[in-house]
Structures are given as C-alpha cells and as structure tokens.
C-alpha cells in the first residue's frame, strides 16, 4: 500500500515573506526575493504540512491531493 502523495503551491501574489512556512518545514519551503516558494512540490500527506499551511496569515499555502487534484487545504 503506497501512502498519499500531497501537491503543494505558495501564490506569489499574496505572499509576503514572513517565513513561517520556511522556518517549519525547510525540506518544503524556502525563500526566493522575499516570498516563500515550494522545494518538494509533491510530499507524503502529512498533518504538519495542514497545519503550517494554517499558519499562513495571508493564506498563501494551499495543498491537493496529487492523484485527484482534490483540495486538501483551504
């Protein structure tokens, strides 16, 4: 049994660099001209990456499952 594969995407246009998302999952994340782009586009599913994603105070993070494209968060 293979385990979900998660897509993960940062909208450049509302991003605004506070690295939250950087600092808690740099294996995911890091830092191009002041806003945070994806390293690892596809994860294993992973509750971590929900609730970094929920971290966001401008709600840049959005997750789908890679199969389907079915959104997983927000």
Known sequence: MTSEQW???????????TGLC???APQCFAFD???AHVT???VEADQELIDIA???PTESVSIRRSGS??????
């Open 40 to 42: 690892a586009e596809l």
């Open 7 to 17: 897509r993960i995407s940062v909208d450049q246009r509302s991003c605004v660099g």
């Open 33 to 35: 001209a002041g806003r």
């Open 69 to 74: 494209g079915d959104q997983v968060y927000p």
């Open 22 to 24: 950087v600092d808690a």
């Open 54 to 56: 929920e971290s966001c």
